[in-house]
C-alpha cells in the first residue's frame, strides 16, 4: 500500500510563509504528476498546485499562483509546497495527492492516492 505523508502544516501570522512537504512510501509516483489541494471548514476540497513528474511544468491555482512555488525531489520521492504572504483564508487542510496517468488535472477525482492532510492555520 502507498501512502502519502504531509507535515508542515501549523499556526501562522497572516503575512508569514510555511514550507509543506509530501513523503510518498514509494517510488511510483516521480514519472507521474502529483498536486496539493487544501479543504476549509464547510467547502469543497479545491485544487491549489500541481507539478509533472519531471518538474518541468507546474500548474497553480490563478488567484493563489503569486504566492505559492511548488516543487519536487524525485530522489526523496517528495513534493513540496512554498506558501508565501499567508492570509486567513488560508487556513485548511492541506493534502497531497497522487495519480498514475500523466497530465497534472486540478479535479480531486482525477487522482488515485491522498495523504491524510496537514492542517494550515493563519491566524494573528
Known amino acids: 500500500q502507498v501512502l502519502l505523508v504531509e507535515s508542515g502544516g501549523g499556526l501562522v501570522q497572516p503575512g508569514g510563509s510555511l514550507r509543506l512537504s509530501c513523503v510518498a512510501s514509494s517510488p511510483a509516483f516521480t514519472r507521474y504528476p502529483m498536486a496539493w489541494f487544501r479543504q476549509a471548514s464547510g467547502k469543497e476540497r479545491e485544487f491549489v498546485a500541481g507539478i509533472n513528474g519531471s518538474a518541468t511544468s507546474q500548474v497553480y491555482q490563478t488567484s493563489l499562483k503569486s504566492r505559492l512555488s511548488i516543487s519536487r525531489d524525485n530522489a526523496q520521492n517528495a513534493i513540496y509546497l512554498e506558501m508565501n504572504s499567508l492570509k486567513p483564508e488560508d487556513t485548511a487542510n492541506y493534502y497531497c495527492?497522487?495519480?498514475?496517468?500523466?497530465?497534472?488535472?486540478?479535479?480531486?477525482?482525477?487522482?488515485?492516492?491522498w495523504g491524510q492532510g496537514t492542517q494550515v492555520t493563519v491566524s494573528s
Open positions: 495527492a497522487a495519480k498514475t496517468s500523466l497530465g497534472i488535472k486540478i479535479r480531486p477525482e482525477e487522482y488515485e492516492y
